[in-house]
Protein backbone atom coordinates (compact mmCIF):
# COMPACT_ATOMS: atom_id res chain seq x y z
CA UNK A 1 0.00 0.00 0.00
CA UNK A 2 0.95 3.64 -0.61
CA UNK A 3 2.29 6.16 2.19
CA UNK A 4 0.30 9.53 1.87
CA UNK A 5 2.58 12.35 2.89
CA UNK A 6 1.06 15.79 3.21
CA UNK A 7 3.07 18.57 2.92
CA UNK A 8 2.53 21.93 4.32
CA UNK A 9 5.48 24.74 3.62
CA UNK A 10 6.28 27.76 5.26
CA UNK A 11 5.92 31.22 3.44
CA UNK A 12 9.51 31.09 2.27
CA UNK A 13 10.55 34.73 3.04
CA UNK A 14 14.03 33.84 4.32
CA UNK A 15 14.85 30.59 2.70
CA UNK A 16 18.02 28.98 3.87
CA UNK A 17 17.33 25.85 2.27
CA UNK A 18 15.33 25.30 -1.65
CA UNK A 19 12.38 23.52 0.34
CA UNK A 20 11.33 22.21 -3.73
CA UNK A 21 13.82 20.79 -4.31
CA UNK A 22 14.25 19.12 -1.35
CA UNK A 23 10.64 17.93 -1.80
CA UNK A 24 11.71 16.51 -5.40
CA UNK A 25 14.64 14.85 -4.29
CA UNK A 26 12.54 12.97 -1.37
CA UNK A 27 9.82 12.00 -4.26
CA UNK A 28 12.43 10.37 -6.31
CA UNK A 29 13.85 8.33 -2.81
CA UNK A 30 10.09 7.22 -1.90
CA UNK A 31 8.27 6.42 -5.57
CA UNK A 32 5.71 4.75 -3.36
CA UNK A 33 4.96 7.54 -0.88
CA UNK A 34 2.12 9.94 -2.54
CA UNK A 35 2.72 13.66 -1.68
CA UNK A 36 -0.08 15.90 -1.59
CA UNK A 37 -1.53 19.06 0.11
CA UNK A 38 -0.98 19.33 4.07
CA UNK A 39 -5.16 19.57 4.05
CA UNK A 40 -5.36 15.87 3.65
CA UNK A 41 -2.08 14.18 4.94
CA UNK A 42 -3.37 11.03 5.73
CA UNK A 43 -0.17 9.10 7.32
CA UNK A 44 2.40 11.74 7.79
CA UNK A 45 2.57 15.74 7.91
CA UNK A 46 5.87 17.08 6.26
CA UNK A 47 6.73 20.57 7.22
CA UNK A 48 9.17 22.27 5.40
CA UNK A 49 10.25 25.57 6.88
CA UNK A 50 13.18 27.01 4.64
CA UNK A 51 14.78 28.74 7.43
CA UNK A 52 15.29 28.46 11.56
CA UNK A 53 12.22 30.69 12.58
CA UNK A 54 10.44 27.65 11.36
CA UNK A 55 7.02 30.10 11.27
CA UNK A 56 5.17 27.44 9.39
CA UNK A 57 1.46 27.15 10.85
CA UNK A 58 0.59 23.43 12.07
CA UNK A 59 -2.63 22.24 10.71
CA UNK A 60 -4.38 19.79 13.44
CA UNK A 61 -3.21 16.37 12.72
CA UNK A 62 -3.51 13.22 14.64
CA UNK A 63 -0.52 11.45 12.93
CA UNK A 64 3.23 11.55 12.67
CA UNK A 65 4.63 14.83 11.84
CA UNK A 66 7.99 15.13 10.58
CA UNK A 67 9.68 18.68 11.09
CA UNK A 68 11.89 20.63 8.62
CA UNK A 69 13.34 24.11 9.49
CA UNK A 70 16.31 25.55 7.69
CA UNK A 71 18.90 22.83 7.85
CA UNK A 72 17.50 21.07 11.00
CA UNK A 73 15.57 18.16 10.76
CA UNK A 74 13.36 17.13 14.06
CA UNK A 75 15.13 19.84 16.06
CA UNK A 76 19.01 18.23 14.84
CA UNK A 77 21.56 19.77 12.24
CA UNK A 78 21.14 18.49 8.85
CA UNK A 79 22.92 19.78 5.59
CA UNK A 80 20.70 20.63 3.17
CA UNK A 81 22.46 18.17 0.68
CA UNK A 82 21.12 15.16 3.35
CA UNK A 83 17.54 16.64 4.30
CA UNK A 84 15.62 14.73 2.10
CA UNK A 85 17.80 11.17 2.44
CA UNK A 86 17.10 11.46 6.14
CA UNK A 87 13.50 12.84 5.63
CA UNK A 88 13.03 9.51 3.39
CA UNK A 89 14.90 7.50 6.31
CA UNK A 90 12.34 8.81 9.26
CA UNK A 91 9.28 8.02 6.82
CA UNK A 92 10.59 4.67 5.58
CA UNK A 93 11.02 4.00 9.76
CA UNK A 94 7.58 5.13 10.16
CA UNK A 95 6.05 3.24 7.26
CA UNK A 96 7.95 0.10 8.87
CA UNK A 97 6.62 0.91 12.28
CA UNK A 98 2.87 0.02 10.70
CA UNK A 99 1.27 3.66 11.02
CA UNK A 100 -1.97 3.29 9.59
CA UNK A 101 -2.12 3.01 5.78
Do not use: W, Y
Not at 67 to 83: D, F, H, M, Q, W
Amino acid sequence: MSLTVGVKFCGNCNPQIDSMAVLNKLKSLLPDCRFVSHVDPKNVLLILSGCPVDCAERPSFDGPVVGVAGETLELITCPEEKLAESIAAIIQKLKQHGINL
